[in-house]
């Protein structure tokens, strides 16, 4: 297979984008602002995951380019319905958020049907076939870290097929809770980070999406007074309405979002003004940057 490493390891730090003005400073907004429709994709429907709250939704792009099997199994839940009427069980300051069965381990567990009870991790994947794009960082938990449709990814640098690629956690990472076994988990139970970037995770959890929209609706849950934040009554659970892919939507229902590309040199002039802020307010611009401080530009098209 093609190894598509979009060398658009582009020494982000250089890259003039030649599209604006010389007197308009690069930064965000201006990028966006200049951007083509070819800058820009629509993730597929089967890909969105819409997560159903009483005050509103949150919604998620699945990677299955990363955890394929998880992927595939929580498309499964999904399809059974398995997590209506379920409930947020945890939110803990700072660091995440987790929903599930609240009777998950006794006798009341409801039922997950056709779904595999366990999975093999998908914590990384060769890095080997992996379209992506590297951006230069410092980062403490990874030899190279960049973009892969979308999602941010971090990876070592071991020769040829045994060098790694893995998902970070940054902000609204979507995790598969776990256990102590590694197979233990199986997309039943899952986690989006709300807090910092807790990096230690990485290779350690499967991280299969990240949310795109409605965070707000996570990040703000009260947090939970039980250890590692968990809910100590029933009556603190948040309760999930539904949980649904977008292809299972009506038309009418379904959301579509535009996401930038980071395969384009717009988000390399979007890695270059997250990272040397030339806006007036920065009175030092820095020059470096975390993988998980770039953010990649989402917008919700409106018809």
Avoid at 29 to 49: G, T
Wanted: aromatic share 8%; hydrophobic share 35%; charged share 20%.
């Amino acid at each position: 297979m093609k190894n598509i490493f979009l060398s658009l390891n582009l020494c982000l730090l250089c890259i003039t984008h030649t599209a604006m003005a010389d007197e308009t400073p690069l930064t965000p907004a201006s990028v966006i602002e200049a951007s083509k429709p070819s800058d820009w994709r629509q993730p597929a429907q089967s890909n969105l995951l819409h997560m159903q709250l009483e005050n509103g939704e949150v919604i998620f792009e699945l990677a299955p380019h990363f955890a394929p099997n998880h992927v595939a199994n929580l498309n499964t839940l999904v399809n059974d319905k398995y997590f209506d009427g379920l409930a947020i069980i945890r939110s803990q300051d700072n660091y995440v958020a987790q929903w599930g069965d609240p009777n998950a381990g006794t006798d009341k567990a409801k039922s997950q049907g056709k779904a595999k009870a366990e999975l093999e991790p998908e914590f990384y994947r060769q890095l080997e076939g992996l379209e992506q794009m590297t951006i230069e960082s410092r980062d403490p938990y990874a030899d190279q870290v960049g973009f892969s449709r979308g999602f941010t990814f971090g990876s070592d640098d071991a020769a040829g097929k045994d060098s790694r690629a893995w998902l970070t956690h940054c902000y609204g990472a979507l995790g598969a809770g776990r256990g102590m076994a590694a197979n233990s988990g199986n997309a039943a139970e899952l986690y989006v980070v709300t807090g910092h970037a807790p990096r230690h995770l990485d290779r350690n959890v499967t991280l299969l999406g990240r949310a795109i929209s409605g965070m707000e609706l996570l990040s703000s849950l009260p947090r939970g007074t039980g250890t590692l934040g968990f809910y100590e009554t029933p009556e603190e659970a948040v309760t999930i309405k539904a949980i649904r892919l977008g292809s299972q939507l009506p038309k009418d229902q379904q959301s579509r979002f535009e996401i930038m590309r980071t395969d384009t040199k717009t988000f390399a002039s979007h890695v270059k003004s997250r990272t040397t802020r030339l806006n007036e307010w920065f009175l030092d611009s820095t020059g470096k940057i975390g993988v998980c401080n770039v953010g990649v530009p989402v917008r919700e098209v409106t018809e």
